[in-house]
């Protein structure tokens, strides 16, 4: 069956790093596009950033840009989300989506990860 996991999550400091993975069973995140979305509390979910099919282009939302960089490791079937200077506001649970096209819209994604928490707090 089809699973995307995230992991990678924790609590961090202002001005810290983390990276959260997306690694997949039962297909190849090389024949899909990488979404990565988030959701804080009383907020819509939104797109933070996206890596094309079997590609390297990416694109990211304007608040993570120069920060936040989404990268493949094809050998271990995994997507990253490396989160660099981050800020409160950053606060959220993180998901990965897989589809058919790289947007920072929901729409373009067919599988959804659970989630991962970031809580970015001094």
């Known amino acids: 069956q089809f699973q995307l996991v995230e992991s990678g999550g924790g609590l961090v400091q202002p001005g810290g790093s983390l990276r959260l993975s997306c690694a997949a069973s039962?297909?190849?995140?090389?024949?899909?596009?990488i979404g990565w979305f988030r959701q804080a509390p009383g907020k819509e979910r939104e797109g933070v950033g996206d890596i094309s099919y079997r590609g390297g282009i990416t694109n990211y939302a304007d608040s993570v840009k120069g920060r936040f960089t989404i990268s493949r490791d094809n050998a271990k079937n995994t997507v990253y989300l490396q989160m660099n200077s981050l800020k409160p506001e950053d606060t959220a649970v993180y998901y990965c989506a897989a589809g058919g096209w790289a947007t920072l819209e929901e729409r373009g994604y067919d599988y959804w990860g659970q989630g991962t928490q970031v809580t970015v707090s001094s």
């Open positions: 039962a297909i190849d995140l090389r024949d899909y596009a």
